[in-house]
């Protein structure tokens, strides 16, 4: 009865997890595992929803480390909890709060021991991808462009970073769900969601776009996903490949990728070539016009463009319309005899407009004589009838004899006064040699091409040209572009087949928004319906108007970090680059804790620097104190209205934790290698610490945890309470061995050290849970086995290979244990078939001649002085080809404000080359490798101060550079590795 009652108490506990951030629920758990776990729920903190274990959790890798809670009859007991995973490389916990820590894809089961009873839940490790990009064959691609009914098959591939990727992190996790627009242009093929492969088809002619969505969830909750990853590609679609005539000397080509280079068309008439004057292509390349040298006759006609021909039958233009636009006779004066005018049109079957072209027209007016006047294409009525009252109906006869054909048209019209300016409109900014619109853009030479194109209409509704006498004055002028309002405007641009007038722009600097009023005024006169006006707003498309921003969901003070920002100009349209934005006319004013950093596409990144924040640098962050509210005012100063972004920062980042750390043994009385190189502190964001410059206050100390065979050796450290303390911020800079004693030794001893991050000097105060165990080995060289050579698998054999020339052997055998052991110099014999081998090192150099001569092999054997002959040997490939880099990382996080040049710049990297191998003694940074240095680029300062000037594009010199700033550059090497790194200037 008493088993029965405890069975059922357990069923009632609960296993809780507090969820702090990347914590998501996700089903599929094998029925296996679900049998490994309890039956008891799993529980996200602060909410009561309860999941089975059958359903299980997941966490991802490289987000926040994860509290667990045990909660036993509605009481959080978690402090007297011991907690242990199964699989401490996929998911480590730790063992006395509960923390978990995702370290490569799987699943382990949890489990909490709490009186004797284990409580277990299930959980499973996923990728979170940065980035999804879609592909063809291997190239990223944005846009692609097929023909009506041509498919392509592209590749979506996830990206992550290099941290989690070696830290088992797979973007196979993925599913991909592929979207089409509505607009028809094309279609979409997907197999399944995990083929991470699509196939877009063209269907008509048009643009289209697809959408990638990458999830770990079903395709119904993909869209939901608050982790997904996005991408968009624009499909352009041209019609299939087709030529036909569209004018008198006109031949229209439709297809994909077209040129505007005439060359490259071929148009035949009866195997003969015709000649093309010139070639006017789309934007999207899918639509080219060809206009002929000579007109166009009957017959049967080719045009042929990469490989494509198309057939077409040409016709010789003919008259097909005589019209009248606007059914008015207007006078030329303001009484009834003073003759008038009426517009006219011809045009041929492709709908051109031939009127100037076509003479011998035939006019009869009821009211007066008339004759055409193809020039202006005008028909003048001077004989009007006497005293004819106004809106008299008029009728007017038009016939054209064109050969065997004869056009005839008659139209009922009405006697009107004079042409009056009466609306105006602005069809926008157009470019004088590709007649298209045109966008404004900052120290532009283009601008020069640009025209604002004005439309006047009379009272009739007819255009009216400058030849009507319309005169434009653009009063009060337009800011940044120099219209002059003292200038009289007539010229005009033909757009479409209308006549506008057109106002050139005279400045082609700093493009600003602005309004400027155009009085209009006809004939005869600026009083009465003669004038009107209108304003014309114009945006300047490098103008900020707008602009927000939203901070990250996290700011520690002490850090740099970026904030998200919107900048729109008065169209509407998203202003990005790093010019304009930084722009004191008309960008936007930072306050000091920000500042623009510019990306290698030429945008800009907002950047926050917590010292810089007078609200946040100034705080004493005590115990109680987590976080603090700031905030800063951005101001857009070509209007000075300000946008306030209010956030939270928290207390600085401090160094908690203690990545795993390997020690290699020794043999009896010998001396560890320095062991600081391998300590990788985490803070308490569960971020590995890169530089450590700023933790003088924190120590790594290291302790016995009891009597044993080895003493701890690190120059200049200090030592309190049995520990000895090396400050964190020197870990680069001092050195830290385990030294055997020489007591006798039968086999191998171990002895265990802790690691721990101390607060202070004292000893006494480490940081709770930053503890980790280290197990230093001592062995006698007879009871090894499992011996091995380590050598790079290539070395440099040149002249003048300083740094490549001695290669250190490093042999290390296997304790019955398991535990590497390295054996000393004098413990092995080294041997090669090339005679490059001196004592225990490879010297390249010996074998310059033969490697010159192309690369060689070289087997290298140690053999051990263990009494048994030992041997571990290593193939090594002998090379003369020059260093080639193949990775860069930064040495240091500050420099010296008088070393921002190419030299002091190179020499705070860390260069590594195909031949470094630091535990062979070639150490990275060599001389050679670093003059492979090709460019050094500035990419911002923080002040922007800092410049940089190239001298014959072979060295480069910056100016500007002062303590405090920080400093963004990028450098390349030969062969195309490069980076990017920020200094803090000292």
Not at 64 to 78: A, P, T, Y
Not at 682 to 691: H, I, P, Q, T
Not at 853 to 865: E, I, L, S, Y
Request: charged share 20%; aromatic share 6%.
């Amino acid at each position: 009865m008493r088993k029965k009652s405890m069975n059922k108490a357990v069923k009632g506990l609960s296993l809780a997890l507090a969820l702090s951030m990347g914590l998501s629920f996700v089903p599929g758990f094998s029925a296996e595992e679900a049998k490994a776990a309890t039956k008891n729920g799993i529980v996200s903190h602060g909410k009561k929803t309860v999941y089975s274990s059958k359903k299980g959790t997941s966490v991802f890798i490289g987000g926040k480390k994860l509290d667990l809670d045990l909660i036993v009859k509605g009481k959080n007991i978690s402090k007297k909890v011991k907690w242990t995973s199964s699989k401490g490389s996929v998911l480590s916990v730790n063992k006395k709060n509960g923390k978990l820590t995702a370290k490569k894809n799987g699943k382990a089961i949890i489990t909490a021991v709490y009186k004797n009873k284990k409580y277990k839940a299930l959980v499973k490790v996923y990728t979170r991808a940065e980035s999804v990009a879609v592909n063809d064959n291997g190239v990223d691609v944005s846009e692609i462009r097929l023909t009506e009914g041509e498919s392509k098959t592209l590749n979506v591939s996830y990206k992550i970073s290099d941290k989690i990727a070696k830290a088992g992190g797979k973007s196979s996790t993925y599913n991909s769900y592929v979207l089409v627009d509505n607009s028809g242009a094309a279609s979409v093929t997907k197999a399944k969601a995990s083929a991470k492969t699509f196939t877009v088809t063209g269907v008509k002619a048009g643009e289209s776009y697809v959408d990638v969505v990458g999830s770990q969830s079903s395709a119904a909750k993909a869209n939901s996903d608050k982790f997904k990853v996005t991408a968009r590609i624009k499909v352009v679609v041209a019609a299939k490949f087709g030529g036909k005539q569209t004018g008198a000397r006109k031949i229209t080509v439709t297809g994909n990728n077209l040129t505007a280079n005439k060359s490259d068309y071929s148009v035949k008439l009866a195997g003969g070539i015709r000649d093309i004057t010139s070639v006017s292509v789309n934007a999207a390349g899918t639509e080219a016009v060809l206009e002929m040298t000579a007109n166009i006759t009957d017959g049967d006609y080719t045009v042929e463009f990469g490989g494509k021909t198309s057939s077409f039958k040409g016709e010789t233009a003919k008259l097909s319309k005589i019209d009248v636009p606007n059914k008015y006779l207007v006078l030329n004066g303001d009484t009834n005899a003073a003759g008038g005018t009426i517009e006219y049109k011809i045009t041929n079957q492709f709908g051109e407009d031939v009127t100037k072209s076509v003479g011998g027209l035939n006019v009869n007016v009821s009211a007066g004589t008339g004759t055409a006047n193809p020039a202006k294409g005008v028909i003048d009525v001077t004989n009007i009838a006497a005293n004819l009252p106004l809106n008299t109906p008029v009728t007017l006869t038009l016939v054209k004899v064109d050969g065997m054909n004869t056009i005839t048209n008659t139209f009922q019209l009405t006697l009107a006064a004079k042409a009056k300016a009466s609306s105006v409109s602005v069809k926008g900014v157009y470019s004088t040699v590709t007649k298209k619109p045109y966008e404004l853009t900052v120290n532009s030479s283009d601008n020069n091409n640009a025209r604002l194109l004005v439309e006047v209409k009379d009272q009739y509704g007819r255009s009216m040209k400058s030849t009507d006498g319309v005169s434009i004055y653009a009063n009060g002028g337009l800011t940044g572009l120099g219209i002059n309002s003292s200038t009289v405007y007539h010229d005009t641009l033909e757009v479409d087949g209308v006549d506008y007038i057109a106002i050139p722009f005279t400045g082609i600097n700093d493009v600003k928004s602005g309004d400027v009023t155009v009085n209009f005024v006809a004939l005869y006169g600026t009083s009465g319906n003669n004038t009107t006006s209108t304003t014309i707003k114009i945006a300047g498309t490098k103008q900020v108007s707008k602009f927000s921003v939203t901070a990250p969901s996290e700011v520690y003070a002490g850090e740099s970090t970026y904030f998200n920002f919107n900048a729109t100009n008065p169209a509407g349209q998203a202003v990005t680059d790093y010019a304009t934005l930084s722009s004191d006319k008309y960008g936007v004013k930072l306050p000091e804790a920000f500042s623009w950093e510019n990306t290698a596409n030429g945008t800009a990144k907002l950047k926050y620097d917590a010292t810089k924040d007078n609200s946040v640098k100034n705080v004493t962050w005590s115990q109680g104190l987590t976080q603090i509210t700031t905030n800063a005012v951005f101001t857009v100063q070509s209007n000075m209205q300000p946008a306030i972004t209010t956030f939270t920062v928290y207390a600085p980042a401090v160094p908690s934790n203690i990545r795993s750390i390997s020690v290699d043994g020794v043999l009896k009385g010998g001396t560890t290698e320095n062991v600081l190189p391998k300590v990788k502190i985490v803070d308490n964001k569960g971020r590995e610490l890169s530089s450590l410059s700023a933790y003088s206050n924190y120590y790594l100390g290291v302790k016995k945890s009891g009597n044993g065979r080895f003493t701890v050796t690190a120059p200049g450290a200090a030592v309190a309470n049995n520990v000895t303390l090396v400050k964190l911020s020197e870990l680069n800079s001092k050195s830290l061995k385990f030294t055997d004693s020489n007591a006798v030794l039968n086999g191998n001893e171990s002895e265990d050290f802790t690691f721990a991050i101390y607060k202070d000097a004292t000893g006494n105060n480490p940081v709770a849970g930053s503890e980790i165990n280290v197990k230093v080995t001592a062995a006698d060289i007879k009871s090894l086995s499992s011996f091995s050579l380590s050598l790079p698998s290539a070395v440099y054999s040149a002249d003048g290979n300083t740094g490549y020339d001695s290669v250190s052997a490093v042999v290390t055998g296997k304790t019955s244990d398991g535990t590497t052991v390295q054996i000393g110099d004098n413990n092995f014999e080294l041997r090669d078939t090339k005679n490059l081998v001196a004592g225990d090192k490879v010297v390249p150099s010996r074998g310059k001649e033969e490697a010159k001569r192309g690369d060689f092999t070289d087997t290298v054997t140690a053999v051990v002085n263990d009494g048994k002959g030992s041997t571990a040997s290593k193939d090594v490939v002998v090379s003369a080809k020059a260093p080639l880099v193949t990775k860069v990382e930064a040495a240091t996080s500050e420099l010296p404000a008088g070393s921002l040049t190419v030299n002091g710049i190179r020499d705070a990297l860390v260069i590594t080359d195909r031949y470094t191998a630091a535990e062979n003694g070639v150490a990275a940074s060599s001389a050679l490798a670093k003059n492979t240095l090709q460019g050094i680029r500035l990419v911002s300062s923080a002040s922007g101060k800092v410049t940089a000037d190239w001298n014959n594009t072979t060295r480069v010199t910056f100016n500007g550079a002062a303590a405090g700033d920080m400093v963004t550059v990028q450098v390349t090497f030969a062969g195309g590795v490069n980076g990017t790194f920020s200094f803090k200037l000292k």
